[in-house]
């Protein structure tokens, strides 16, 4: 049974998160240039203790420029507010566009303001308004109060002469603000959440993806609060969705090694390595993540190729615990083939907040695959993998990933 690619990838994550798959990754996305967006914006949340009365507001002052390799370079500015509030059972929201005058937003995040009076016939965005007033004026200031938290990301990857590299950078300032939204609430508001925001994003590409470019798609900072110190994550492992013609049953096949060393600060180093492997056939649903020896898979250094064999049993401990209903014992014997090119991805960024801060430095490698496997035991059936030039059904990848931490976040930090 053929699956898109983009099926695939969801799975593989899926599993990645459940013990040791790596992440599945198609490069996609613009043509050859340059493309940016820069963005200042607040947001205003005000409820009442028993939620009879409310106020969202999120404001956005966004410019857009793209520079395709050969084509004309276009830009595209957008202010627009998108509100909605209510109380006692009357509600007044919608999305505007706005004037230049309309939102003043400092550079350094320390104030912005917002006076906008709109009515149904006003400009919106993408959808009608519903208001049940006539006309509605927005009035609100922020000052911002801080701390701010900033973060900044850049990241390069690429197949043979395609090349994509992106840099993004953010700050968040918690503020205090102020809002009337007459005639509801012609008193003012202080609201009980307010922030005002930066945003940039910068994409340079080169080149053309080639078929099968496994790259983009890197993991984000490390998952989980932890303490100050550094924190290492590597894994490698394989990915693939199979299938029977003769009995139309498919296989979700996935398997591969993890390992996580944490040195904080304070308390004892530690280092875990697991293998896993995750069964899922179809249409039954029956399925198992188990816990594995590490030499039941082996992954080639260059992503060329894979194998995977090992027997699961009763007494074969469980991811998590989770009972299997597959019928056990099985062995599995599967053999994957990198179709290429190999794709990759190193991504470096930094988040700070007072005297907090965290880096994160990452490197993920993919080639696409194609893969045989057979289950023997309890079930005895033989699978094989559908791909062609452009789509394939799974993946060889490895990744790492090291975190940095220093200081302690802030309650009040906006992370």
């Known amino acids: 049974m053929k699956r898109r690619l983009a099926a695939v990838m969801s799975i593989v994550l899926a599993g990645a998160a459940a013990h040791a798959t790596p992440a599945l990754a198609n490069a996609h996305g613009p043509g050859a240039g340059s493309y940016s967006s820069n963005t200042l914006g607040a947001t205003y949340t005000f409820a009442s203790d028993d939620f009879s009365q409310h106020v969202d507001l999120f404001l956005s002052d966004s410019l857009t420029t793209s520079q395709p390799l050969g084509g004309p370079p276009t830009s595209t500015h957008k202010m627009q507010v998108f509100f909605s509030a209510g109380a006692n059972g009357q509600e007044d929201s919608g999305c505007f566009l706005l004037d230049g005058s309309d939102f003043v937003i400092s550079p350094d995040l320390s104030s912005a303001s917002l006076h906008k009076t709109v009515t149904a016939d006003s400009p919106a965005c993408d959808f009608p308004p519903t208001l049940a007033d006539p006309e509605v004026t927005l009035d609100v200031t922020w000052t911002g109060s801080g701390p701010a938290n900033t973060g900044h990301t850049t990241e390069q990857s690429g197949c043979q002469g395609f090349q994509i590299e992106t840099v993004t950078s953010g700050t968040n300032n918690r503020a205090t603000a102020a809002a009337t939204i007459s005639p509801l609430f012609s008193d003012a508001m202080t609201a009980t959440r307010a922030v ?29 609060p932890r303490g100050p110190g550094k924190y290492v994550h590597t894994g490698s492992g394989v990915g693939q969705q199979l299938a029977n013609a003769d009995s139309g049953d498919n296989l979700d096949l996935f398997a591969g090694t993890t390992t996580d060393a944490s040195n904080p600060q304070t308390g004892p180093s530690t280092n875990t390595t697991l ?56 062995t599995i014997d599967a053999t994957f083939t990198g179709i290429g090119p190999v794709g990759t991805t190193r991504n470096n960024s930094w988040r700070s907040c007072g005297s907090f801060r965290s880096e994160d430095s990452t490197s993920l490698t993919n080639n696409n695959s194609s893969a045989v496997a057979t289950l023997s035991g309890a079930i005895n059936e033989s699978f094989v993998s559908t791909q062609s030039a452009n789509e394939s059904s799974g993946s060889i990848g490895s990744q790492s990933l090291t975190t940095h931490i220093g200081g302690v976040i802030s309650p009040d930090c906006l992370f």
Not at 203 to 218: D, R
Request: contains cysteine.
């Open 275 to 330: 293998t896993s492997v995750s069964i899922t056939l179809l249409p039954s649903f029956q399925s198992g993540c188990f816990l594995v020896d590490s030499s039941a898979i082996r992954v080639a250094t260059n992503l060329s190729g894979a194998a995977l064999h090992a027997t699961v049993t009763d007494s074969t401990p469980t991811c998590d615990s989770t009972p299997a209903t597959l019928p056990l014992p099985i």
């Open 196 to 224: 005002v925001y930066s945003g940039d994003f910068t994409n340079h590409v080169q080149g053309t993806s080639p078929p099968l470019c496994a790259a983009g798609g890197a993991p984000g900072p490390g998952l989980g």
